[in-house]
């Protein structure tokens, strides 16, 4: 792309994105290419929709928001579930210890929280996956997210890799 006379202007982009030769959905229902420059709401929806399907890509915005998503909905959980606790100690506990309300609310409180981690921990590893498909590496790599330490840094990794026209090997 030839430079404006005067040169670039600041901040301006060197190179269109989407790169032509690899083109995402037209479609937002259309799970089987990525969307590039996919809102929130459409994000969401497509990591809903892909629950479970490791193949294929996702754009940066989609893995992103949905990382969002994911993120702020386990906080709000988290935080219910901390309230539940709290209300289950505070009503249970009597002079030697919890009652068995206590207990009830508390396990109930533990078992909304397993639940919602369990509920969103498959889809968040598949839209991994199809992001590193999207940079144009196997999707297996996302299983370096379970080393120790290391693990948080491989979804910053994941998530700010390039579009690599080599992906489009994964599409169906």
């Known amino acids: 792309m030839p430079e404006p006379v005067g040169g670039r202007q600041y ?10 030769s690899n083109p ?7 799970l089987g290419l990525p969307l590039y420059g996919a809102p929130f709401a459409q994000s969401v929806v497509r990591f809903f929709r892909g ?3 490791f193949s294929g890509r996702a754009s940066r915005s989609e893995y992103w ?8 909905t386990l906080l709000i959980v988290m935080a219910l579930v901390a309230a539940i606790v709290l209300v289950g100690l505070a009503i249970g506990s009597d ?7 206590g207990i009830a609310i508390t396990v109930v409180g533990a078992a909304v929280a ?3 981690i369990f509920g969103l921990l498959l889809p968040m590893y598949a839209v991994g996956a199809r992001r590193l498909h999207d940079a144009g590496y196997p999707g297996a790599w996302i299983l370096c997210a379970l080393i ?6 491989v979804w910053i990794v994941v998530g700010v890799l390039d579009t690599n026209p080599s992906g489009m090997r994964f599409d169906r």
């Not at 959905?25 to 259309?30: F, I, L, N, Q, Y």
């Not at 002079?95 to 068995?100: F, H, I, N, P, Q």
């Not at 120790?148 to 840094?153: A, D, K, Q, T």
């Open 65 to 72: 928001w949905a990382q969002l998503f994911c993120f702020v």
């Open 114 to 116: 397993v639940l919602a």
């Open 24 to 30: 995402g959905a037209r479609d937002p229902r259309d």
């Open 95 to 101: 002079g030697d210890g919890l009652s068995a309300v």
């Open 11 to 20: 901040g301006a982009p060197r190179f269109r994105y989407p790169p032509p």
């Open 51 to 53: 629950y479970v399907r």
């Open 148 to 153: 120790p330490y290391v693990g948080g840094l």
